[in-house]
């Protein structure tokens, strides 16, 4: 096996599955939350205002761990350093 | 095994498994989300329009992170940059 | 083991795969959501209209991840990429 | 091994696997809708019709990812497009 | 080892397999709705029929999961297509 | 290792497994749905007879799946059609 | 490794193995509907007979998962037919 | 590796995880109905009799399973039939 | 590696893990029962002597398994039957 | 596999599987105290400033570990001082 | 590797993994009686006596199994007969 | 693969592992810290000050183990003493 | 490898898994006694005293079995009985 | 592979691992502590002295698991004897 293709082979299968994995916490995180804010506006439907306020400015900070995980999930397969020294090299 | 068939042995697995795992939080909180919904609006109906504006708003926040792994998953099928690049060296 | 057979291979193991863990999260919410609104119907009869339309509406969004899992399947076996074009390559 | 024996057996497990597993998410689903259904008929005796029927068009949703499995398996088994090549190729 | 062995060793191990994790789901499921039935029952005695009537008619369903299961079992073992083919190639 | 040792390994361990994994499920299910008829029982005596003769129902019903299990692994035991033909095939 | 001697190995394994694990369900089990019993009587001391009676039947029932894989286990060692084939073949 | 070495090791491994494992779920088990007796006699003390009573009943049917995993244990250091074979076998 | 050491490594592993996993149910289940003891002692006094001694004969009870345990790892360590009869083989 | 593609390989795998497992933690945390906030909100609108107030500066200290992990991924795809010594000692 | 060497090797992994294993449950079961007598003494103050007296004697049995893993490894390190029968046999 | 080239991949995966799972732990218990902390605040906002100024107290001691895992992390790949003895060795 | 080597290598591995796994264990129950004790105290302030004094006893009971995982690492770094051997028959 | 090297290389994972999980217990630990401490303080603001009094006290002695394993991993990187012997070797 070459060595350009076995740093495809790493990149395709860590690219994935860092998005897989790193997506589990925010999506069950912020639907937490969400479902807390549903309750919380049954329950004092006057502060809906406040609530979803908060809600949607807490879930954009939960959120950033998943795009962290895309950011490098798209690093991988994109803008990878290790494939463009091979490559490059390859090339040389 | 060539290289082309490492490479494409690879895609396969991984972008079954990213969206398989991708998939499974967001298909967990949003339903939970959605239950607690159901539960709020029982509780208040008069608040119903805005229980089930703010809980799609919310799914679709959450839903991003299953959209990102089906992304992730048709880049590797259907645009993989490893890909490209390994047929047009076979084929050079 | 020749390419395609490897190829081939690869492709069965993860389509079942995708569909079989891919629909453990689709099924187990949507059944929660479910029995939520069944509690809730019990709790608010009069709002059974609003609650069962809610439910619906949101359980296609939770299947909808399911879905993905059933495409990445169907096009693993069906419309599979790597396997036309390795079959294209084995008849030239 | 024969290739024609590795997509066989392949099949085999992929196919059994997949119902195996595919199957757990429903089950315990569908019985936990129905434990609350049967909690809310106690508890709310003159809305049993609309529970019931609500119940009974929820299952039939749940069970459509067991169905989806079972799908998948019937196709690796009977009517898999791999196994009718390797065959079609090994007759030629 | 002869690919007939093979496919044999592959079917047995995936029958048993498949019979043992897909009847863990319904079984835990029928028990919790019974469960559930039980306790209705004892709170609102009147309804004893209805609850009875629905909950069979929904372990029925709950129990079908399990069959999948069973079905996929017994094709393996008696009715496996890949072992038909590998026989008839053996004796011909 | 002769092919009949091998099928005869398979079969054993199997067999084994099988019951032990199909086993916990209907174990675990039935004694909670037990426990909440002696719960029920405490709290309505005067429904004890349909409380039990709807328990013993439905566990034979939840039993079921074990039942299953035995039954697939006494074919492995004491009915393997693939053994069968081994043996048959060695005294040919 | 003659192959005596590995069916020998394969059946000392499965038989502890099914004992081992085919117990925990029960034993679980048993202690739950024995832990709710003793609850059931402190609350309902009148109806101490129903209760312990219900108990020891459903005992009997869960006990019989306990008793198929001590049976499984017992054939295994003492009435294995791969091990006496083996061994009438060995002697032949 | 003599084969009497081999059936020996295997023994030894076995005896030791088959009580390992087969002895913690009568303990949990026995010790959760031991805690609900000693909240029931706290609830109920005229009725500490019957409860106690119960008690070692069921808890001697729960401590079965442990016996039966005991029972294989000893079985596969002190009486194995596979070891007495070999030693026979060994000896002539 | 000759056959003492293989038998000696078994037996020096098995007896520890036997030890360590066997003892973890035990301890985890006394303590159990340890705390509702004191539960109940504090909820009922005048009680506090039944409760102490069906505590102590309980625990006595769910000790044995531990018991069990220690036993086979010191058979294993000190009186083990397979390494009497390889050093009495290896004497000869 | 020269020297450099082994770092290179290394350094991907860790890169991904640190930001995807270093993310859960601090998303599943923040989604916790994001849900609690909501609910507090609802229960004292009063406080909501200072809810929030502690709500962000909580959240910030939380995603410091977050943070960590991207630091450290980003230091091995991008300031990896290992693969600048090996680039250096292949350049030389 | 010479049988010396193996043999210990074996015996510190396994000491060390037997008491911390084996150390789990009796931290973990006596901080949970620890912390029950302290809500059983703050609920009833006037038994603190017989609260504390029966905690410390239930917390020395549930360290009897701690100390059970702490002989085995001590005697696996210190006194062990495989070790000393192998140096004897080594210095004959 | 050379010494050098082991313990530099040998590092990387360390560090990264080091700080991934090491982050966990302080991130979801500060987190719950955090929860509780609002909840406080809006059971007793008039203790607001004496409560943030213990949380984050506390929070700093919980930061500590991250920190812990940060330092080693560090110390692994900017300060690695075995890394500077096998390039002062390589240098010689 | 050296037998010297060898030893030392698992010397370290087991003295750091023993200390990291024989900890988690205790510091999980001594937080859980002290949050207990925290709550007990602000519901009977007037038994401040009992309760801690009792918190502190119990506590250095719960740190034994870390006290023994420490003591056994320290042991297999400094005190290694096996080392010891092994190095005065090197130098012999 | 030199020893020297296998020492480094065992030192940095075992060092590494004993920090990143002796570390999960403490900070769940006394995140919960501090957690109970703050509903504690909520509950009794008058004992707010006498709760974080004790609380420091306990969270310093549930860190003190946590140092255990820092000490341990930082003797493994900068205070290895088994480091030390082999380069004392290597040098003579």
């Given amino acids: 096996m070459t060595e350009l293709t076995l740093i495809a082979v790493t990149s395709i299968i860590t690219a994935g599955l860092t998005m897989a994995i790193g997506g589990l916490g925010p999506a069950l995180g912020e639907a937490r939350a969400l479902a807390q804010a549903l309750s919380a506006i049954a329950q004092q439907p006057d502060?809906?205002?406040t609530i979803t306020r908060t809600l949607f400015v807490g879930m954009a900070m939960v959120e950033s761990t998943a795009?962290?995980?895309?950011?490098?999930?798209?690093?991988?397969?994109?803008?990878?350093p290790f494939w463009d020294y091979a490559i490059s090299r390859a090339g040389g």
């Fill in 67 to 80: 795009i962290y995980s895309l950011v490098i999930s798209m690093i991988l397969i994109f803008a990878n």
């Fill in 47 to 49: 502060e809906a205002n």
